[in-house]
């Protein structure tokens, strides 16, 4: 059900920015937007629906050791804690598990 959930989520986002940026390369919006966001609402989403993002420390930090920076406070937690990591979605642990074996 779990996983049911993730693609229907998923499969949603991608029409959703393919129905943005499709119709922007398909005419001149001169100046205009051409996905018309106010049309949006917690409505136009299935019931159970949660909006969420995320982001990861690398992204921000960037590598270690490189151009001057040291070690932030997620490098220290990362080599304090190696491999005792777990996601909250048990289908991505069960991924990443599957792939170490």
Same mark, same amino acid.
């Given at each position: 059900?779990?996983?049911?959930?993730?693609?229907? !989520?998923? +499969?949603?986002?991608?029409?959703?920015?393919? *129905?943005?940026?499709?119709?922007?390369? &398909?005419? #001149?919006?001169?100046?205009?937007?051409?996905?018309?966001? !106010?049309? +949006?609402?917690?409505?136009?989403?299935?019931? *159970?629906?949660?909006?969420?993002?995320? &982001?990861? #420390?690398?992204?921000?930090?960037?590598?270690?050791?490189?151009?001057?920076?040291?070690?932030?406070?997620?490098?220290?937690?990362?080599?304090?804690?190696?491999?005792?990591?777990?996601?909250?979605?048990?289908?991505?642990?069960?991924?990443?598990?599957?792939?170490?074996?």
């Amino acid at each position: 059900m779990a996983l049911q959930l993730g693609l229907d !989520t998923l +499969l949603l986002g991608l029409l959703v920015i393919l *129905g943005c940026t499709g119709t922007s390369s &398909s005419k #001149a919006t001169h100046g205009k937007k051409s996905c018309n966001a !106010t049309s +949006l609402s917690r409505s136009s989403f299935p019931a *159970g629906f949660i909006f969420g993002a995320a &982001s990861a #420390a690398y992204q921000y930090e960037g590598a270690a050791n490189e151009a001057g920076r040291g070690p932030c406070v997620w490098d220290a937690f990362a080599h304090k804690y190696p491999g005792d990591l777990l996601f909250q979605n048990p289908v991505i642990n069960t991924y990443i598990c599957s792939r170490l074996n």
